[in-house]
């Protein structure tokens, strides 16, 4: 063999490829010599190999002549796994020239025509058709398929099937039950061939059934019951359900038996119910219960749960009320729960949260003598994609929930507020004209109390440059600081 | 009363519930194991009843006696429907020999209220149970969550199932009061939060306790009450983000028998149900919100679906020059789904894209002839109303209102 291999050097004779892995060692081969697809002629079954048998022995001997030359003549066949995929599925799909047309897809392939694969392409489509419909087969099989259970006293196979498949899909499919059906023996037969499962083990065999092995299953019975049951007579809509079954599937589907009469007891009557008929001869009762004794046992809701005073609670699973000591020396007050607060009804609980208990170290404040709490508490958010993104509470948001923050001032009785951004502030001094940057470098008083303004936590983790969020975290610390050393009688 | 009769009163019972997926499962096999039952995150639907609806789960109740009263549902205490109960190891004989049989994938099971929440979660818990730790069974398991139960409880169904779901029935506060008056809107979604917060963990910790990973869904019935599309897809938008549901499933109210005057004893609305899903599917899939798809209040179009009455409304997007456009916008084209979106994007870098080629994708070209501009083609019928383009381009209502004498009432 030269090193410039050609057509010529190809016996005009048949390749015979009775499964995928032949059709693709032949296949390697003849691409690797570049001979084009319309002078190959393929072969499916060795049925006339007498007759062919010493074309197919030079065939064989100049394949593996080819082969041991090939590393010289001509590059080595280089195919992306995905597209062996797609030629092994295709492979199953019963069409007399697969071989020809596989070849002929690899061969364009090979030759750099990639719009082979894509369905505007006229092999394409037909390549994605064939696997499409190996897929479909193989699912419908997965689907359709029943099992009958045989008496116990005849042993193993424990379970038979008979299914009629149009695609090559058996070795897959059996693959699927062994991995459903763990210990238990199944045998599942079609025209040509069969499975046998025998709990730890497959063996494959020729045809062994003619047709549905006739055993009489209680389990049958169980499954018509069920069938006839779920179905609702109310949204009766026959030709949807032959769209989504092939006709071919019904001749052995039990359920097939039972279906006219259903349709035709659904389709009388005007006022139709969703109750089946069986179901509204027997006699019924009702539960002789009070509507007192029925309602569910739930703790009084707080009345913050019930606020109305404007629309945020539509959109929030749960209002978030402030946490800690009753009568706690310093108030911190955030913005508006987030989606982790929401969730937890708890405030301060996601990655603002973390932020804000390393700020309270670094000042060397006690957790204890902690409240912490929001100015608005319901959270309001915007979907972004599939996330709830924080969107920032109107002014008439924060003036309506002020209510419950004066509540909890009330209560608690803090020295000092700090409040946190910019929101917390407007709500503090209830004033939505103040600037957060007018009130940063010193305390206040109001209302006979301390307020000490800062960053939210949030914006010193969202802020992109890094020096800003630096200058952030250090000016949180240090109002905290601040705010502390009031609380302990210390000079502003 | 024989096994036969529970499951026809039970299964009865248990079809108003319209989630019945077995998709989204890890990975698990029986391969050389005690026990059986795989999944592969597939669902499969191994039959279809005569509604159309497909079977994929046994979906039962473990009792339709319950204490509550929702006007809505056949099986509240005011109404007089036969009643019963499976016992324990009834609802595990019956899913490990359907599974066996290969009707179904797994179990979906829901209860009615009886004594308490708690009670009520406890039982259906220990089903779940049973089947996963006494008979290894490592098929689909869908529990019905009862908001009220302990959170412990709630803990241990995730444990068991694949898939929660809490079902919030209603899109309103005002129709959930109104009609289910043992039921709190608050509950309910403390419990899907709380759900979601579990689901959160197990994603930050991988070695934490299974919990739940078909994550959760719920349902809301549609036409019980008078709230409108935009009503029922906000109520769902707002429950997406908030609770990062996998599903939330529509359901067209069928009436039942004996129906209280609150609920209509009208034929379910299917085609109305149907738009629903088109647009959710919008939803989820697409990236539109429901501000785009129902700028107003009011009902999704009949005529069209969701995605077409988009386009017709928003023409200055159109047409759009599939040679240069970006996937998500092309998405949006009616006639273009997802995945020929994405292979018109792949063909684009071997080469310009053609009218043929969408007619070889299989798009619905005459859906997508007045919207697109290829390398070879620009609409004609550009300065079309939109009004004709929708006379064209309707579709026939015949094929989901089957007995239109009947809508009509």
Known sequence: MSGAASALDWPAGPVLARDFAEWREAARRLIVRRVPPESIQWMQHAGDADLLSDVLADAGAANDAGAESAPHAAPALRVPRALMAMLECAACFRAIDRWAFLYRVLWRWQRGEQEVLSMADEDGARLQAMAKAVRREEHDMHAYLRFRERPEDKGAPRFVAWFEPAQDVLPQVAQHFVRRMGRISWMIATPDATVLWDGAQLHHAAALLRGPADIEDEGEALWLTYYRSIFNPARLNADLMHSHITTRFWRHLSEAAVVPEMVAQAATGARRTGQSKAVGRRSGTTIPVSAEQAQPEREQPRNLDECRRCELWQNATQAVAGQGPRHAKIMLVGEQPGDQEDLAGKPFVGPAGELLEWAMEQAGMDRRQVYITNAVKHFKWELRGKRRLHKTPAQREVLACHYWLQEELNQIGPGVVVALGSTALKSVLQDGGVNLKDYMDEPVQHEGRWVVATYHPAYALRVPDAQAREDARAAIVAALRTAWRLTQGGAA | ?409
């Not at chain 2, 989204?24 to 592969?40: L, M």
């Not at chain 2, 506060?173 to 009609?179: G, N």
């Not at chain 2, 599917?281 to 129902?294: A, I, K, M, P």
Request: net charge positive; with cysteine; charged share 25%.
């Open chain 2, 1 to 409: 009363m024989e096994l036969t009769d529970k499951l026809e009163i039970l299964a009865d019972a248990a079809k108003y519930d319209a989630s019945c997926a077995s998709s989204a499962a890890p990975k698990r096999s029986s391969e050389g194991k005690d026990g059986i039952g795989a999944t592969n995150g597939m669902g499969i639907c191994h039959s279809y009843t005569p509604d159309g609806r497909c079977v994929s789960l046994l979906k039962i109740l473990l009792t339709n006696f319950c204490i509550y009263d929702c006007q809505y549902c056949v099986n509240r205490r005011t109404s007089n429907v036969p009643r019963a109960r499976f016992s324990v190891q009834e609802v595990v004989k019956l899913t490990v020999d359907f599974y066996l049989r290969n009707y179904i994938e797994g179990l979906f099971l829901s209860s009615g209220i009886i004594q308490s929440a708690d009670y009520t979660m406890e039982q259906l818990v220990a089903i779940a149970r049973e089947l996963r730790e006494v008979h290894q069974f490592r098929g689909y398991i869908h529990l019905k969550t009862i908001p009220d139960a302990d959170p412990a409880l709630i803990e241990a169904a995730g444990r068991y199932a694949d898939r929660l779901s809490v079902n919030i029935e209603l899109p309103t506060q005002s129709s959930i009061e109104r009609l289910a008056p043992e039921k709190s809107v608050h509950t309910i979604k403390l419990a899907m939060g709380a759900i979601r917060l579990k689901l959160d963990e197990k994603a930050d910790e991988p070695k934490a306790p299974r919990f739940a990973p078909a994550g959760q869904s719920t349902q809301m019935i549609v036409g019980a009450d008078a709230s409108d599309d935009q009503r029922i897809l906000s109520t769902a938008e707002t429950l997406y983000g908030s609770y990062k549901l996998k599903r939330v499933y529509y359901s067209a109210f069928s009436p039942i028998p004996h129906s209280p005057k609150s609920v209509p004893l009208a034929p379910p609305p299917l085609l109305r149900e149907h738009r629903l899903y088109q647009a959710d599917f919008l939803l989820r899939g697409y990236g539109f919100q429901v501000s785009e798809l129902l700028p107003q209040s009011g009902n999704l179009a009949l005529d069209i679906d969701p995605k077409l009455a988009w386009a017709l409304a928003n023409r200055q997007h159109f047409p759009l020059d599939l040679n240069r456009a970006d996937l998500a916008m092309i998405a949006r084209v009616p006639g273009i789904g997802l995945l020929n979106a994405k292979r018109i994007v792949e063909l684009r870098r071997m080469r310009r894209v053609r009218y043929a080629d969408l007619s070889r994708l299989r798009c619905s070209m005459k859906k997508v002839a007045p919207f697109v501009i290829t390398a070879d083609y620009t609409p004609a019928r550009d300065t079309t109303p939109s009004e004709t383009l929708r006379r064209a381009m309707a579709e026939r209502q015949q094929q989901l209102a089957l007995w239109p004498e009947l809508q009509a009432a």
